[in-house]
């Protein structure tokens, strides 16, 4: 069945009810038995190794993608998941850059029809705070996404990056208890695979 699949992905998180003592592997399961009620939960899988579809992994950013819905009118969706609960913001954030880059480039490889990022947490620091520049600008200020984004800490901050090459803009919502989500859908892209950060 065609659908809005974000305006799904958005029903799904509402329908969950998160509370604290969640993690990722808990929203991964929770939001698996949300999708098996609409897609058929055979084709239906958790942290499947992208060589399964005869992609090299060598040449992605990642190698297992969070949750594949296959054959959804003859096409593969793939989604990625964060639900950072445990501070290091500014680490995270780039860790939400790996995964856009990373579907970006499943994106590109024909084989997936549709790529989600599903960001949920209740780390307010997330989507406020006293710094809205650099890597936070992003996620705080909503500022375009697209292009070179660096690392932000660390020795090698200014040399390892992902260059993104749609644009996107991150708009934070709410759920319960104190939960904020994003969630982006990759638009087309046209380039090449980028193997790694820096390349």
């Not at 799904?12 to 609409?38: C, H, P, R, V, W």
């Not at 499943?106 to 960001?119: D, G, Q, T």
């Not at 292009?147 to 759920?175: C, S």
């Amino acid at each position: 069945m065609e659908q809005n699949l974000t305006n799904l992905l958005i029903e799904k998180l509402k329908n969950i009810g998160f509370d604290d003592f969640y993690n990722e592997a808990t929203f991964q399961f929770k939001l698996l038995m949300q999708l098996s009620k609409n897609f058929n939960e055979n084709l239906i899988f958790p942290e499947r190794n992208i060589e399964y579809y005869k992609l090299n992994s060598k040449e992605y950013t990642k190698k297992v993608v969070d949750i594949i819905l296959e054959n959804v009118n003859n096409k593969n969706i793939a989604i990625e998941l964060k639900m950072p609960m445990n501070g290091q913001v500014p680490e995270q954030m780039f860790k939400f850059v790996e995964d856009i880059k990373f579907l970006e480039e499943l994106k590109s490889s024909k084989i997936f029809h549709k790529c989600f990022l599903v960001v949920v947490t209740n780390d307010t620091n997330f989507w406020k705070g006293l710094k809205n520049d650099e890597i936070y600008a992003y996620f705080r200020n909503k500022k375009i996404l697209n292009g070179k984004i660096y690392k932000p800490t660390g020795e090698n901050k200014n040399i390892i990056f992902y260059k993104l090459n749609g644009k996107y803009i991150v708009e934070w919502k709410m759920l319960n208890n104190g939960f904020g989500y994003f969630i982006i859908e990759i638009i087309s892209v046209q380039n090449k695979r980028l193997k790694k950060p820096n390349s």
